[in-house]
């Protein structure tokens, strides 16, 4: 059974994840609109990643007998500079998200809810992660400077990024 405080803090993730989603998909609308579709795609990805580890905190607050309580989305920005700025703002998206997730280890520390801790460390995994491939794009931008055929090489490498498949439960 979750605590009270534990059960509000792991509603406040759903929607921190919710939000990450409609971020994602307002940067993947920036993109199509300036005509980089494979950024688009990347972004599209992302999105639907963020989804599942919305659904991924919803079903385990239900698993352990809480309440899942949805709460309204803030709006996210609709527009970027350049897609130099939309992945600077997405890694300080991501570490803002890392720090999220160990508030919630904390928490669950605190609760000693060792079943939550268990369960966060799947996330924690997953943010070193998403910083590393974030980091990973916003490096080769910077390295482009205004060199436009490279970000065109690098929107069709990325145009191959493969959306989660939502219907298999993931780890």
């Given at each position: 059974m979750l605590s009270e405080r534990m059960q509000k803090a792991l509603n406040g993730q759903v929607n921190a994840e919710l939000y990450s989603s409609y971020l994602y998909l307002s940067m993947n609308a920036y993109f199509k609109s300036v005509n980089l579709d494979g950024f688009a795609n990347w972004m599209n990805s992302q999105?639907?990643?963020?989804?599942?580890?919305?659904?991924?905190?919803?079903?385990?607050?239900?698993?352990?007998?809480?309440?899942?309580?949805?709460?309204?989305?803030?709006?996210?920005?609709?527009?970027?500079?350049?897609?130099?700025?939309?992945?600077?703002?997405?890694?300080?998206?991501?570490?803002k998200v890392t720090g999220l997730i160990n508030g919630l280890v904390e928490i669950a520390m605190e609760e000693r809810d060792h079943a939550t801790q268990i369960f966060l460390q799947w996330f924690v995994t997953e943010q070193v992660e998403e910083e590393e491939s974030v980091g990973n794009v916003l490096e080769q931008l910077k390295l482009l400077g205004d060199a436009k055929q490279g970000l065109f090489m690098m929107d069709r490498e990325l145009a191959t990024r493969q959306a989660p498949d939502m219907s298999v439960e993931s780890e």
């Amino acid at each position: 059974m979750l605590s009270e405080r534990m059960q509000k803090a792991l509603n406040g993730q759903v929607n921190a994840e919710l939000y990450s989603s409609y971020l994602y998909l307002s940067m993947n609308a920036y993109f199509k609109s300036v005509n980089l579709d494979g950024f688009a795609n990347w972004m599209n990805s992302q999105a639907q990643e963020e989804l599942m580890h919305a659904m991924k905190f919803y079903e385990f607050i239900n698993q352990r007998g809480g309440r899942s309580l949805l709460a309204a989305i803030e709006t996210p920005p609709a527009q970027w500079d350049s897609p130099l700025a939309v992945f600077e703002d997405t890694l300080k998206h991501e570490q803002k998200v890392t720090g999220l997730i160990n508030g919630l280890v904390e928490i669950a520390m605190e609760e000693r809810d060792h079943a939550t801790q268990i369960f966060l460390q799947w996330f924690v995994t997953e943010q070193v992660e998403e910083e590393e491939s974030v980091g990973n794009v916003l490096e080769q931008l910077k390295l482009l400077g205004d060199a436009k055929q490279g970000l065109f090489m690098m929107d069709r490498e990325l145009a191959t990024r493969q959306a989660p498949d939502m219907s298999v439960e993931s780890e």
